[in-house]
């Protein structure tokens, strides 16, 4: 029998293998040459794709430097103090069009604004000022609405807070807070 | 695991029955289940009941798998030609036009081509292929080379065949008269030949064969 990477076939024209075109190397008709795999593929193989994770670090670093060195967004009025009942939510976009938060005023002076974006899988939170908690229906998550802290379900980071002011009796919007865990 | 290289397989048509048990064996393997990959054939159904059974003959140079774009068709050391891998094949019947011998054929419903492959999961765990278990008349017979010459003594196991010009070796071996000795098959030449001796012709009913009964 032939030894496992020995060519038993011959191609039609019977001339060497030496002589062969390339491509019967590339594309070999005996099954133990089809299934080796050099050292120096395997080597190239796993230093290219450990090359291409430290690049990704490198990015994801520099994708966070040019992130804080944005600082906070401008300030944005949300709406007029008197337009929001107490125990009512109000969905806004803050800082840019896409970005939907919403406000829910828990009292009379209680104030608190978050991402609408579930952190778990970016599905919209949907506030639930009885149960006292931010409800996603996606995967049943749930977050508490004074903190933004998750309470059940798969998000495991708080939902980013939206810092709010209030002026003569307009709600502004001032930063965007991201506490991790 | 591989097929032990003493152990051969020969095809003897001239002992086919015609009695399919090669094609339901086959057709039973759970690699194939219900699709047999032996082709039973008429040799000239107008005039003979005489059959031959197909199996791959394993080509030293097998020309399915020099046809192949997709590199779907691999032989292994112990020369067996395995039947197309299934996440290579594109269903492209290349190899289906190209055997010489009608092996491979495209099943449409899988979209891959499925042929035989000696029933590699038997013969490399030392059992012999389904055809060759059942075959009342051992037309179909896997076992050594002395097995075969002292259970045949009047024939002689031939594994070259001529297409024209081009003559194919093969792992599997085809029984012919041992008297007119030939080193290989000259196919297309017999293609055109006359069958001599022990042809025979079924007694088709004329008009006039008609009247007479009247």
């Not at chain 1, 002076?109 to 599905?123: D, E, P, R, Y």
């Not at chain 2, 292929?129 to 075959?135: Q, Y």
Request: glycine share 6%; with cysteine.
């Amino acid at each position: 029998m032939a030894t496992d990477r020995e060519q038993i076939t011959i191609p039609p024209d019977g001339r060497p293998a030496a002589e062969q075109p390339k491509w019967r190397r590339d594309f070999p008709i005996d099954w133990p040459q089809d299934h080796y795999v050099a050292r120096r593929d395997f080597t190239k193989f796993m230093a290219l794709t450990s090359f291409a994770f430290v690049a990704g670090q490198f990015w994801i670093v520099i994708q966070n430097f040019i992130r804080e060195r944005r600082g906070q967004p401008p300030v944005r009025r949300v709406a007029a103090l008197s337009d929001i009942p107490v125990g009512r939510s109000l969905i806004f976009a803050y800082p840019e069009a896409h970005d939907t938060c919403v406000l829910v005023r828990t009292g009379e002076s209680g104030l608190v604004a978050f991402s609408q974006k579930c952190t778990h899988l970016s599905c919209a939170v949907v506030p639930e000022p009885e149960k006292k908690r931010f409800f996603c229906p996606c995967h049943e998550g749930s977050f508490d609405l004074a903190t933004g802290r998750p309470l059940a379900g798969p998000p495991r980071r708080p939902l980013p807070r939206i810092t709010l002011e209030v002026r003569d009796g307009v709600v502004y919007a001032t930063g965007v807070e991201v506490s991790e865990v | 695991m591989a097929v032990p290289a003493q152990m051969e397989f020969f095809i003897d048509p001239d002992r086919c029955i015609g009695c399919q048990s090669c094609v339901q064996a086959c057709s039973e393997c759970d690699t194939h289940k219900g699709h047999p990959m032996i082709h039973l054939e008429y040799v000239d159904r107008a005039h003979s009941v005489q059959t031959t059974p197909v199996v791959c003959m394993h080509c030293d140079q097998p020309t399915c798998a020099e046809v192949c774009p997709a590199d779907a068709i691999k032989r292994t050391a112990d020369g067996v030609v395995q039947s197309a891998r299934k996440p290579r094949c594109i269903a492209c019947s290349n190899c289906v036009l190209a055997c010489p011998f009608g092996v491979p054929k495209m099943k449409t419903e899988f979209n891959l081509m499925m042929k035989c492959d000696m029933c590699y999961d038997r013969t490399s765990a030392g059992k012999k292929p389904m055809c060759a278990t059942v075959c009342p008349s051992q037309a179909l017979f896997y076992g050594t080379r002395e097995e075969v010459e002292r259970l045949r003594p009047r024939s002689a196991a031939v594994n070259q065949f001529r297409f024209g010009r081009q003559v194919i070796t093969t792992k599997v071996s085809m029984m012919t008269p041992r008297a007119g000795r030939a080193e290989y098959v000259d196919v297309t030449a017999a293609m055109g030949e006359r069958a001599i001796g022990r042809e025979i012709t079924l007694n088709i009913l004329t008009d006039e064969g008609e009247e007479e009964a009247r």
